[in-house]
T-cell receptor
Framework: EAGVAQSPRYKIIEKRQSVAFWCNPI?????LYWYQQILGQGPKLLIQ????????DSQLPKDRFSAERLKGVDSTLKIQPAKLEDSAVYLC?????????????FGPGTRLLVL | AQSVTQLDSHVSVSEGTPVLLRCNYS??????LFWYVQHPNKGLQLLLK??????LVKGINGFEAEFKKSETSFHLTKPSAHMSDAAEYFC????????????FGTGTRLTVIP
């Protein structure tokens, strides 16, 4: 079974620029998560989707971050405009069930550097 | 509120010696606890999980963890370290019942000395 796919793997931008990350979850997984992992810290949940609806976006900085999962499959996370403190690894994860407490499977992440 | 504290940011062991990575949790309810491993440039991988069944949980690659309610601990152990075990390890607690959000510790970097 193919794992969670993310692209790009690395991105370098200047502050105030925009950037977008893409995630394709494991086939059939209903729930998709985006995490931010700052260097030296554990991942922090940004947003959780169940199919194409948002379950939890309480930690998403909505003034600059947005995410969508239009068809309930793949998802994009956008930052506009980026700040220096957005430098981090952005992880996507998926889990099988709707409303269930299932194991989350993580992708390799996108490493973002904001200069 | 729920959280985990990983007591060591870095642990160094010799190959073939036991591994102990320490984790304490804080939760107002019966928690679900996990250990994830992160190898360089690879995704997080689930090692094991505790969901209120047996208190001693066996995971992949010879790792195990014991849930101790009296000590609010969930330490990760392995009898004999292998070079391939060198990685970052995260202790994780799940959010409140009904949500599947995870709260990660700050991580413990394991170094294995040949």
């Amino acid at each position: 079974e193919a794992g969670v796919a993310q692209s790009p793997r690395y991105k370098i931008i200047e502050k105030r620029q925009s950037v977008a990350f893409w995630c394709n979850p494991i086939s059939g997984h209903a729930t998709l998560y985006w995490y931010q992992q700052i260097l030296g810290q554990g991942p922090k949940l940004l947003i959780q989707f169940q199919n194409n609806g948002v379950v939890d976006d309480s930690q998403l900085p909505k003034d600059r971050f947005s995410a969508e999962r239009l068809k309930g499959v793949d998802s994009t996370l956008k930052i506009q405009p980026a700040k220096l403190e957005d430098s981090a690894v952005y992880l996507c994860a998926s889990s099988p069930a709707v409303g269930g407490l299932e194991t989350q499977y993580f992708g390799p992440g996108t490493r973002l550097l904001v200069l | 509120a729920q959280s985990v504290t990983q007591l060591d940011s870095h642990v160094s062991v010799s190959e073939g010696t036991p591994v102990l990575l320490r984790c304490n949790y804080s939760s107002s309810y019966s928690p679900s606890l996990f250990w994830y491993v992160q190898h360089p440039n690879k995704g997080l991988q689930l090692l094991l999980k505790y969901t209120s069944a047996a208190t001693l949980v066996k995971g992949i690659n010879g790792f195990e963890a014991e849930f101790k309610k009296s000590e609010t601990s969930f330490h990760l152990t392995k009898p004999s370290a292998h070079m391939s075990d060198a990685a970052e390890y995260f202790c994780v607690v799940r959010g409140q019942t009904g949500a599947n959000n995870l709260f990660f510790g700050t991580g413990t970097r394991l170094t294995v000395i040949p």
